[in-house]
């Protein structure tokens, strides 16, 4: 029994750090408020942009799927050049730009899925 109203208060604790976590993302207070945040958002997209990329590669034959890899990979230099650069003092990273990015490429991985379970994989679109 008192296991478990400890386990019970330690996930109530949770859920309640996370809520206050998601309530300060709503309205950052300052700069560290919005990196947290954006990373949080970006972390997200890019974990559904890996699941899609598999799920998308398990629908290709051998061609297609080194297309795919190979536009993976320039969207990947793309998205870094656009979103990133290094100084001597650091290295910088756009995380909104980085989102966008991903959301975007999200919805190409997305559509080529559709694509491919209606009418066939195009590989010059992958």
């Keep these: 029994m008192r296991k478990t109203v400890l386990s ?3 996930l109530a604790a949770g859920l309640l750090g996370a809520n206050l976590a998601m309530a300060a993302c709503e309205k950052p207070r300052n700069a560290f408020d919005s990196v947290y945040c954006l990373s949080t958002e970006y972390a997200q997209v890019d974990r559904e942009l890996n ?28 998205r870094d050049a656009q979103c990133s650069y ?14 966008d ?8 991985l997305r559509e080529r ?6 009418t066939g994989c195009v590989e010059a679109k992958l």
Excluded at 54 to 66: C, E, F, M
Excluded at 86 to 99: H, M, T
Excluded at 113 to 118: A, D, I, L, M
């Design 8 to 10: 019970f208060t330690a």
């Design 51 to 78: 699941q899609e990329f598999g799920t998308l590669r398990k629908l290709l034959n051998d061609g297609q799927k080194a297309a795919l890899k190979k536009s993976q990979i320039a969207w990947i230099k793309d």
């Design 86 to 99: 290094e100084r001597d003092d650091g290295y910088f990273v756009n995380l909104q730009c980085a989102v």
């Design 113 to 118: 899925e559709r694509e491919c379970q209606s």
């Design 101 to 108: 990015k991903t959301n975007e490429r999200l919805d190409v």
